[in-house]
């Protein structure tokens, strides 16, 4: 089969000759239909993320594909799912193995591709809002790399739920956020859009009741600023180059909370969760009320070159890698 091979931390090369993953007891072999692009996947291409398989590997966290071989499983072959690889062999490839814990079946009025473009990302914001922060109707949500794949989702999840929605992101980005619902944009590169933004809602009456934070560093320190009592601060990456720093005397004048989403813990953790998450995500799809924000198609050969864009914050939403055709 053809497909991505890492070799060593930064090591990632192209193969049209690789063995086809044999499947592990407790695992599913799927053929890969289409793959995702995450920020995640550069750090396990460099060997900085929280979990590496052993060398040599095949990168690729997310999978849209068909079920071959299913072990004791209850999916069966044929049948489309989408969800998280295993086993080191990973979705940049034309056959991939996933634990059946953290698949879901595609229904049939949920278009494929959207499935997998939502589906990490959705869950991640939707555990962020919903698990994490309690959001309620009528809450304002702050939301950090507004335009990116979580921050896409949060923004229509939050307004999904009846929340008033703030995004930041970068100059160039300042319309998708806008596209996908949010109720006030604000440039990251506004050195004054803190104190812009807590003016304006001060002279509403109003603040920060949940920050969905995917950048961390500076950023995130200046949204918690933003909070009001019992605000809080969700956690759900580092894109910025690193932790906020949490000033515990903050957390306790404001009676805040400070959580974190790291969402791949969910499916083996809490699968009923996830189910729940699935379900109302999927409706949310079928019924139109959700953008799946495809921003970008390549072909299998393209995948690491798309990472290495998402790495360097050049795309929006989501890029999708197509392998085949999924009818």
């Known amino acids: 089969?053809?497909?991505?091979?890492?070799?060593?931390?930064?090591?990632?090369?192209?193969?049209?000759?690789?063995?086809?993953?044999?499947?592990?007891?407790?695992?599913?072999?799927?053929?890969?239909?289409?793959?995702?692009?995450?920020?995640?996947?550069?750090?396990?291409?460099?060997?900085?993320?929280?979990?590496?398989?052993?060398?040599?590997?095949?990168?690729?966290?997310?999978?849209?594909?068909?079920?071959?071989?299913?072990?004791?499983?209850?999916?069966?072959?044929?049948?489309?799912?989408?969800?998280?690889?295993?086993?080191?062999?990973?979705?940049?490839?034309?056959h991939a193995l996933c634990d059946p814990r953290q698949v879901e079946a595609v229904p049939d009025d949920v278009d494929p591709e959207a499935a997998l473009a939502v589906h990490t990302n959705a869950q991640t914001a939707w555990f962020a809002l919903h698990r994490r922060a309690r959001v309620a109707p009528g809450e304002h949500v702050l939301v950090l790399a507004a335009a990116g794949g979580v921050g896409s989702m949060t923004i229509q999840l939050a307004k999904a739920h009846g929340c008033v929605v703030h995004a930041v992101t970068s100059a160039s980005k300042v319309d998708e956020a806008r596209r996908l619902g949010a109720d006030t944009v604000w440039d990251r590169g506004d050195e004054d859009w803190a104190p812009r933004l807590r003016d304006e809602l001060s002279a509403q009456g109003a603040g920060v009741d949940v920050v969905v934070d995917p950048?961390?560093?500076?950023?995130?320190?200046?949204?918690?600023?933003?909070?009001?009592?019992?605000?809080?601060?969700?956690?759900?990456?580092?894109?910025?180059?690193?932790?906020p720093t949490v000033r515990a005397n903050h957390v306790l004048v404001k009676n805040l909370e400070v959580t974190g989403v790291h969402w791949w813990r969910y499916p083996i953790e809490r699968p009923d969760l996830v189910a729940l998450a699935a379900s109302e995500i999927f409706t949310l799809l079928a019924a139109g009320s959700l953008d799946a924000a495809v921003s970008r198609r390549e072909p299998l050969p393209r995948a690491w070159p798309a990472a290495q864009d998402v790495a360097a914050g050049h795309t929006t939403g989501k890029v999708v890698i197509s392998v085949q055709d999924p009818n």
């Open 215 to 243: 950048v961390g560093s500076t950023a995130g320190e200046q949204a918690a600023r933003l909070l009001r009592f019992e605000g809080r601060h969700v956690i759900v990456g580092f894109t910025g180059g690193g932790p």
């Open 1 to 94: 089969m053809r497909g991505w091979r890492v070799a060593a931390p930064g090591e990632i090369n192209w193969e049209e000759s690789l063995p086809e993953p044999s499947v592990a007891a407790g695992l599913i072999g799927v053929e890969v239909v289409a793959a995702a692009v995450n920020f995640a996947d550069n750090l396990v291409v460099g060997g900085t993320y929280q979990t590496i398989p052993p060398y040599p590997f095949t990168p690729g966290l997310e999978v849209l594909g068909r079920v071959t071989m299913t072990g004791s499983s209850d999916l069966t072959v044929g049948q489309l799912v989408v969800g998280l690889t295993a086993g080191g062999s990973g979705s940049w490839a034309e």
